[in-house]
T-cell receptor, first 112, second 114 residues
Framework: GESVGLHLPTLSVQEGDNSIINCAYSNSASDYFIWYKQESGKGPQFIIDIRSNMDKRQGQRVTVLLNKTVKHLSLQIAATQPGDSAVYFCAEADSGTYKYIFGTGTRLKVLA | KAGVTQTPRYLIKTRGQQVTLSCSPISGHRSVSWYQQTPGQGLQFLFEYFSETQRNKGNFPGRFSGRQFSNSRSEMNVSTLELGDSALYLC?????????????FGPGTRLLVL
């Protein structure tokens, strides 16, 4: 039968503005969280990670926020550039069971 | 340091055939995980190998199998191909078992089954 394509949520942002991509995770036991960026035709690329003993971590132009109370993760991209256009995935991992779970992804479109 | 490499990058097969995909992890990484990515299902975990042993397995039929060699290189095999196996197959490596470690992905092998 015909498969139904995943509907990826899309975030459209003006170049130069800040972007915030959200992710709800499912496993309360997850203690490691990662954001990946995937450009068309390429494999996912690691952006930033955070462990459960932290609630914020900053990288170059990116910040990850973790709210364990509501099982929510967000990725903030400062001064969004055209090269940031891609699909962004969050992943949660449980170091006890060694399992990784990926979110469905959010498509970021940067408008010139 | 070289990244994760996958061969071949593109492959066209017909239904009923079998295929073997190869993955070379980042030097020093001992864990290799395989994922299937399709527009319909997103990124789905196939299996993970560490020290030549399968440590985790996703919900795929037995037609999907894999192995890991002593140099940590890994292969996955799909037998009796079906149209629905058309996908981007990604491998990812990490220093130890994924779960507490960052996984780094290769560029993928795009498989088209006709």
């Amino acid at each position: 039968g015909e498969s139904v394509g995943l509907h990826l949520p899309t975030l459209s942002v003006q170049e130069g503005d800040n972007s915030i991509i959200n992710c709800a995770y499912s496993n309360s036991a997850s203690d490691y969280f990662i954001w990946y960026k995937q450009e068309s035709g390429k494999g996912p690329q690691f952006i930033i990670d955070i462990r459960s003993n932290m609630d914020k971590r900053q990288g170059q132009r990116v910040t990850v926020l973790l709210n364990k109370t509501v099982k929510h993760l967000s990725l903030q991209i400062a001064a969004t550039q055209p090269g940031d256009s891609a699909v962004y995935f969050c992943a949660e991992a449980d170091s006890g069971t060694y399992k990784y779970i990926f979110g469905t992804g959010t498509r970021l479109k940067v408008l010139a | 340091k070289a990244g994760v490499t996958q061969t071949p990058r593109y492959l066209i097969k017909t239904r009923g055939q079998q295929v073997t995909l190869s993955c070379s992890p980042i030097s020093g990484h001992r864990s290799v995980s395989w994922y299937q990515q399709t527009p319909g299902q997103g990124l789905q975990f196939l299996f993970e190998y560490f020290s030549e042993t399968q440590r985790n397995k996703g919900n795929f039929p037995g037609r999907f199998s894999g192995r890991q060699f002593s140099n940590s290189r890994s292969e996955m095999n799909v037998s009796t191909l079906e149209l629905g196996d058309s996908a981007l197959y990604l491998c990812a490596s990490s220093k130890t078992l994924a779960g507490g470690e960052t996984q780094y992905f290769g560029p993928g092998t795009r498989l088209l089954v006709l």
